[in-house]
């Protein structure tokens, strides 16, 4: 129903939007790769400011400690302002991953972590009181491909594979600079076809296609600029869905090029660019991440993965080897058993072994302590026992030669 009049619903958006600018909003991203692919100069590019610090190179000579390197997570929170728009940034970052010589399983760290942060808000969701939560869910995954004429690696797909079924996936080329023209597009080809023969599911953005021809006309408004809108949008999205997976390059260091001090790399034949889309993809990754897609991550992580972790976790499967009998005695197989809770598994990580095995050697030191005192509470009661039992031995002595005085007193008398 269409009213001539307005009656004052088409306000909503308004409030709407001051709620939301009032709020603020959270963005969870996570950056997987291995070491040296320069993610941390990327995070630092992507935000304009020096949010990671960046670490040195690991050093030539093997080293004890480098030899068993495992996955770790590694979280940087901060606050991100923009016309009066607050957005809380949670970066997390997975040290270690693929840099042993074996890398089996070196993918299980990021996977759990991304399975417990579900679990985690599902269970704060069951709570009575729900006034605050704690959410951590990733709403994006940059998993960044080591540039190299080979393609993506054994652990690249399975990594990737794993992650796509859990999170919103986003295939990133680091050091595209590193490329020449030729060899980058050759290389984005090879890796889509892998993606799409392992089935590989990564983030892409919708193609809406807003239908305001009826709408327009009926109000008497002129639907040209609102089309032109809606197709520079679609345009938008299609370049962004043609260039992934996206070829970057991070740079800290501004140079002057043409007047204008630029973001880049500069090597002795010339200046890469950040912010040019002749060099490298950085700012379709900047508007996907941050400017055009941001809310679709928030929302998809919420109405698809999520939906799809909860659903399992609270739906259950169907057990045919469990036979149930209902009241009639009919044996029911189409029973849904619930699946128990994922186990806390965070002993991959070095940091919380260290805690875990801190908190079971102070276990153990706070047992032993009590089954000491406790043998020196039964030592004490024993020997009381002895004493109370000598006494009592003493004083039934004693009677006995009363009562024997007693008698023979009695028997002088008579």
């Known amino acids: 129903m269409v009213y001539d009049s307005e009656i004052g619903i088409s306000e909503l958006p308004n409030q709407v939007y001051k709620h939301v600018t009032k709020q ?52 940087i929170r901060c606050l991100l302002e923009e016309k009066n728009f607050s957005l809380k940034v949670n970066v997390i970052d997975t040290p270690g991953f693929g840099d042993n010589v074996n890398n089996n399983k070196t993918w299980s760290t990021i996977v759990d972590f991304i399975d417990d942060q579900h679990d985690s808000f599902m269970r704060q969701e069951q709570q009575p009181f729900r006034n605050e939560k704690f959410d951590m869910r990733v709403h994006a995954v940059l998993y960044f491909i080591k540039p190299t004429a080979q393609g993506l ?47 590989i599911s990564i983030f892409t953005p919708p193609l809406h296609i807003e239908e305001t021809g009826s709408t327009t006309e009926k109000s008497g408004v002129n639907p040209a600029p609102q089309d032109s809108v809606a197709a520079a949008a679609i345009e938008h999205a299609r370049q962004l869905i043609d260039a992934m997976p996206f070829a970057v390059v991070g740079s800290e260091e501004q140079y002057t090029v043409e007047g204008n001090l630029v973001y880049g790399r500069k090597y002795p034949w010339g200046i890469v660019e950040v912010e040019n889309d002749e060099h490298c993809d950085f700012r379709k990754l900047r508007s996907l991440l941050l400017r055009t897609n941001l809310l679709d991550l928030i929302l998809s992580t919420q109405e698809s993965h999520y939906e799809s972790f909860r659903r399992v976790r609270l739906g259950g499967v169907n057990n045919e080897n469990t036979n149930l009998k209902s009241e009639n005695g009919v044996e029911n197989k189409n029973v849904s058993v619930p699946i128990p809770a994922p186990t806390r598994k965070l002993s991959h990580n070095p940091k919380f072994k260290e805690e875990e095995l801190a908190l079971k050697r102070y276990f153990t030191d706070q047992v032993k302590a009590e089954e000491q005192r406790f043998r020196q509470w039964e030592q004490n009661i024993v020997n009381e026992r002895i004493r109370l039992n000598s006494d009592l031995e003493d004083v039934q002595n004693k009677v006995k030669k009363l009562e024997d005085q007693v008698r023979n007193l009695q028997l002088q008398n008579a």
């Open 153 to 199: 690696k054994p652990l690249d797909i399975v990594t990737m594979k794993e992650i796509s079924s859990r999170a919103n996936l986003i295939p990133v080329i680091a050091k595209s600079d590193t490329l020449t023209k030729e060899e980058l597009k050759i290389f984005k080809i090879r890796i889509r076809q892998v993606i799409e023969a392992q089935e």
């Open 24 to 75: 603020g909003s959270q963005f969870n991203l996570m950056v997987c790769g291995e070491s040296g692919l320069g993610k941390s100069t990327f995070i630092n590019t992507l935000f304009q400011t020096n949010l990671k610090p960046l670490v040195g190179q690991y050093p030539r000579t093997p080293n004890k400690n480098n030899l068993n390197k495992t996955t770790e997570i590694e979280i």
